[in-house]
């Protein structure tokens, strides 16, 4: 597969998410008016501060990386077991992209178009998401559509396991400065999730 079919795999993951533009000031609660307490259905919509904000921009580019790559297994893989690995992460962090464009919405933070993505040819990087924790280069893309069989395997499974270090350090920073409550449910279950993940690339690592 060529750049351009590479960069097409990318912009078939981006097809339905609207990434938010990046870079926040220091957590500061942010609230949307009107009288009252608010209700339990309403605090997605209520609670939150810009620690939330970050992590929902940032965390949507970063789970759509991790689709596009693990897209890539198709026609690559050679093991079973990384063919079944891509295939839960695709399925995972599919709705989680959709979630978390709920929660913009609902913050009325304005998402910008998928077309505005100024490194989208760079594919691999993203704009200015190039520098986001466990985010791979343009380079990095590049190397795994060229590999195959078990070198893709190995390649595959690296570079993954670095990619979900990073989101898992990205929900930690949630955790620990955010306020809204379903964003901080997500990142738990990030970490949950992506940790097992991890544990199961590192053996998998051993035998292909």
């Known amino acids: 597969m060529n750049r351009k079919s590479v960069i097409g795999v990318l912009i078939a993951a981006l097809t339905t998410v609207a990434v938010a533009g990046c870079g926040t000031s220091a957590p500061a609660a942010t609230s949307t008016t009107g009288a009252g307490a608010p209700s339990a259905s309403s605090s997605a919509t209520v609670q939150h501060n810009d620690a939330d904000i970050a992590f929902v921009q940032g965390m949507i580019p970063h789970h759509t990386q991790a689709v596009a790559m693990a897209q890539l297994v198709d026609g690559r893989a050679s093991s079973p ?32 178009p998928t077309g505005s993505m ?10 200015g998401t190039s520098g986001m924790s466990g985010m791979m280069t343009d380079q990095q893309m590049q190397q795994l559509d060229s ?11 690296q570079m993954m396991t670095e ?16 306020q809204n409550p379903e964003a901080k449910a997500l990142a738990q279950k990030i970490i949950d999730a992506q940790q ?13």
């Open 81 to 112: 077991k990384v063919i079944e690995l891509a295939k839960q992460i695709e399925q995972a962090q599919g709705p989680e992209i959709t979630q978390m464009q709920g929660f913009l919405s609902s913050w009325n933070v304005a998402a910008a």
């Open 118 to 127: 100024g490194g989208m040819a760079g594919m691999g990087g993203m704009g």
């Open 147 to 157: 590999a195959n069989g078990a070198a893709f395997d190995r390649m595959w499974l």
């Open 163 to 178: 990619h979900h270090n990073g989101a898992v350090e990205m929900a930690q920073t949630e955790l620990r400065d955010g």
């Open 196 to 208: 097992a993940e991890i544990t199961t690339m590192k053996q998998l690592l051993t035998t292909v």
